[in-house]
Structures are given as structure tokens and as C-alpha cells.
């Protein structure tokens, strides 16, 4: 039991990681000048996810309670829901 909340609690370490340089890229690109047409929700996104981590519901989807797969995750760290909740539009 241990080692599985060990291992999950380093796996969520890493996407704190993974998101926060997410958000650190976002805010240069705008330091910078650039214009980004979906920064402000991109950074609410992260901003959820942070909460979720917190929260302790990051790897599991909004819809169905279920694991959100970690290859998933790290496709895609605000993603919100598992491959099977995915929406159908989303999938094609």
C-alpha cells in the first residue's frame, strides 16, 4: 500500500512540475509579446488542474470517477476526463 501511494504521490510531483512549466512558457510568450488566442483559458486550465492535484482528484475524470490514464496526463496535463468519457467530437 506504501509503495502505491509513494509512487502516485511522485507521479503527481511530476505533473506540478510538468504544469508549472506550462504555465511558466505561457507567461513568456506573453512577456514576450506574443499573442495567444487561448492563453487566458489555457491558464484557467492549468490553474484547475493545480486545484485538482491538490484536491486529490487530478488522475481521475470528471464524468465517470474513473483513472484518467498517466500516458493520457502527459499528452495532455488538463485534461479533464478518461478515454472513454472523451467526447465523441474530440476523438476524430
Known amino acids: 500500500m506504501k509503495n502505491s501511494q509513494e509512487k502516485q504521490a511522485q507521479q503527481l510531483e511530476r505533473f ?3 504544469l508549472a512549466a506550462r504555465l ?3 507567461e513568456k510568450c ?3 509579446g506574443h ?3 487561448h492563453t487566458g483559458t489555457e491558464r484557467l486550465l492549468i490553474h484547475f ?3 485538482r492535484i491538490h484536491n486529490n482528484e487530478y488522475l481521475e475524470c470528471v464524468k465517470c470517477k474513473g483513472h ?3 500516458n493520457r496526463l502527459l499528452a495532455n496535463p488538463t485534461v479533464l476526463t478518461c478515454c472513454s468519457c472523451e467526447p ?3 476523438k476524430r
Open 24 to 26: 511558466d512558457a505561457l
Open 88 to 90: 465523441a467530437a474530440a
Open 68 to 70: 484518467i490514464g498517466e
Open 35 to 37: 499573442e495567444q488566442t
Open 49 to 51: 488542474a493545480f486545484q
Open 16 to 18: 506540478e512540475r510538468l
Open 30 to 32: 506573453e512577456g514576450a
